[in-house]
């Protein structure tokens, strides 16, 4: 369980904001995030996750729950289909801490333990709408126009956000 | 490997396979078949969105007032090319004043209380866009609660855009007409050429590299041409007529020659969405 720190509090707005500002920041600037082809999906709940995972040490915080609900509430408020972000993002949180056990996490190796986790939730999601029919697009279609722009925009969001949120973690924990 | 494979690890994963498969079937089934969401499903949503509209709030309030700047930048050129379209402008307005007046006291004397191209606009503001390529989707702040109802088309600008996939109390999920799947944008449509000749037909697709709605399974042997204009048939469904969905791009034939596949050029910039309407149509419907 959480030990009484602020963030008890702080992590679950922090979550919330980051959740709220995936579809509000699309919705603000559809022309830069969805110029046709391309789309960039925000995954700044993810980004939140995985930073928790970084810098919470020993607080231990339940994440895999966290991580679900998230995912449950992006299935139903912006996607509309159950059962694909609400497995996908805990699979990601358990893909990070194991990353996390097996070596030293800093700023750099954190931003390809990022790399990755972004590529596997766009990879499985793709596959989760493809066997439900909601997508034609080939697997090559993906890669160009989503995976890629997605991954550079939320590389982005990392290298911009790495340094506030360490310190506000810090903050949070005494 | 083998340790990761444990017999309780392969147990939970292979749970959770079958389970998130069967969410996502069921919750597919539900979309197309129903015409709400479940009862705790809609009721999630309406939190979730109330929340949304206060966190969007200063980011709104910011996008603005940066946007408010530029604008003011473009002034004079806008005012430039608007000042020649107004006058043209005031008499396509009277004159159609006149029309509609005229075509309302034609139905009275036929007692026809609606047709097809009767329909009320309910006005909302986009809130939200689903973060992901494989749901070209917006969340609108309006729902069942100001009458709109699943398959509603959904305006902005000049022409059409998509229409509601989900609806809850207080907010709606928007399909856009560039969404990939295949049943999202089936539209009937018509297209008049310059002799004012109809042709029928059905969206069929969209063509992301081009940015161009696709019309395939054309029969009908009047000549199109680029240019002509596309508008809903209101045939079918809850969808009025004489809606704006676009100009002819191109035309052509489709793989195996048979029958003609015409592209069009939306009327309005897909992405670029912030208010919009949703038409309800009055005329009696089919579902």
């Known amino acids: 369980m959480l030990r009484v720190t602020k963030l008890r509090y702080g992590f679950p707005i922090g979550l919330f904001l980051f959740f709220y500002l995936d579809g509000i920041l699309?919705?603000?600037?559809?022309?830069?995030?969805?110029?046709?082809?391309?789309?960039?999906?925000?995954?700044?709940?993810?980004?939140?996750?995985?930073?928790?995972?970084?810098?919470?040490?020993?607080?231990?915080?339940?994440?895999t729950v966290w991580a679900a609900v998230a995912g449950g509430l992006f299935d139903v408020y912006y996607t509309?289909?159950?059962?694909?972000?609400?497995?996908?993002?805990?699979?990601?949180?358990?893909?990070?801490?194991a990353c996390y056990k097996a070596f030293p996490i800093n700023f750099l190796s954190g931003l390809l333990v990022?790399?990755?986790?972004?590529?596997?939730?766009?990879?499985?999601?793709?596959?989760?709408?493809?066997?439900?029919?909601?997508?034609?697009a080939s697997f090559a279609d993906m890669m160009v126009d989503s995976l890629a722009p997605t991954l550079a925009y939320n590389l982005?969001?990392?290298?911009?956000?790495?340094?506030?949120?360490q310190w506000l973690f810090n903050r949070l924990r005494n | 490997m083998n340790k990761f494979f444990s017999n309780r690890r392969l147990v939970i994963v292979i749970v959770c396979l079958i389970v998130s498969f069967g969410l996502m079937s069921?919750?597919?089934?539900?979309?197309?078949?129903?015409?709400?969401?479940?009862?705790?499903?809609?009721?999630?949503?309406?939190?979730?969105g109330i929340v949304n509209r206060v966190v969007a709030w200063p980011v709104n309030g910011l996008k603005g007032s940066v946007s408010g700047f530029s604008d003011l930048m473009n002034t004079y050129q806008e005012n430039q090319r608007l000042k020649s379209q107004v006058q043209e402008l005031a008499q396509t307005k009277v004159h159609d004043q006149a029309i509609s007046q005229e075509n309302k006291n034609l139905k009275k004397e036929l007692k026809l209380a609606h047709s097809l191209t009767d329909y009320a606009p309910v006005?909302?503001?986009?809130?939200?866009?689903?973060?992901?390529?494989?749901?070209?989707?917006?969340?609108?702040?309006?729902?069942?609660?100001?009458?709109?109802?699943?398959n509603m088309p959904v305006l902005s600008g000049s022409g059409i855009v998509g229409r509601i996939?989900?609806?809850?109390?207080?907010?709606?999920?928007?399909?856009?007409?560039?969404?990939?799947?295949?049943?999202?944008?089936?539209?009937?449509?018509?297209?008049?050429?310059?002799?004012?000749?109809?042709?029928h037909g059905i969206i069929s697709g969209y063509d992301r590299d081009k940015n161009l709605i696709e019309m395939g399974n054309v029969t009908a042997k009047t000549k199109i041409e680029k240019g002509d204009k596309?508008?809903?048939?209101?045939?079918?469904?809850?969808?009025?007529?004489?809606?704006?969905?676009?100009?002819?791009?191109?035309?052509?034939?489709?793989?195996?020659?048979?029958?003609?596949?015409?592209?069009?050029?939306?009327a309005t910039n897909l992405s670029e969405l912030s208010v919009v309407t949703v038409a309800v149509r009055q005329a009696q419907t089919t579902n």
């Open chain 1, 80 to 97: 509309g289909i159950w059962g694909i972000f609400v497995f996908v993002f805990p699979i990601a949180v358990a893909l990070t801490k």
């Open chain 2, 123 to 150: 006005n909302a503001t986009v809130i939200a866009r689903t973060p992901s390529a494989w749901q070209n989707q917006v969340i609108i702040d309006k729902g069942s609660a100001a009458g709109i109802k699943k």
């Open chain 1, 26 to 63: 699309g919705a603000t600037f559809p022309q830069q995030l969805f110029s046709v082809p391309y789309s960039m999906s925000s995954y700044l709940v993810v980004l939140w996750l995985v930073f928790t995972v970084f810098f919470e040490e020993q607080i231990q915080v339940p994440l």
């Open chain 1, 114 to 136: 990022y790399f990755i986790d972004i590529t596997v939730i766009c990879s499985l999601s793709y596959f989760g709408n493809l066997v439900v029919h909601m997508t034609t």
């Open chain 2, 165 to 199: 996939s989900e609806v809850n109390r207080t907010n709606s999920k928007v399909e856009l007409l560039s969404n990939s799947s295949e049943s999202a944008n089936r539209f009937a449509v018509t297209i008049t050429n310059k002799n004012g000749q109809n042709v």
């Open chain 1, 156 to 165: 982005a969001t990392y290298v911009i956000l790495y340094f506030p949120v």
């Open chain 2, 230 to 266: 596309v508008s809903t048939s209101g045939l079918g469904g809850v969808m009025p007529a004489g809606l704006y969905v676009g100009t002819v791009a191109t035309t052509g034939t489709d793989n195996y020659g048979l029958a003609a596949k015409i592209s069009i050029k939306p």
């Open chain 2, 26 to 48: 069921v919750s597919v089934a539900i979309r197309n078949k129903r015409s709400t969401p479940p009862m705790i499903q809609q009721f999630g949503n309406d939190v979730v």
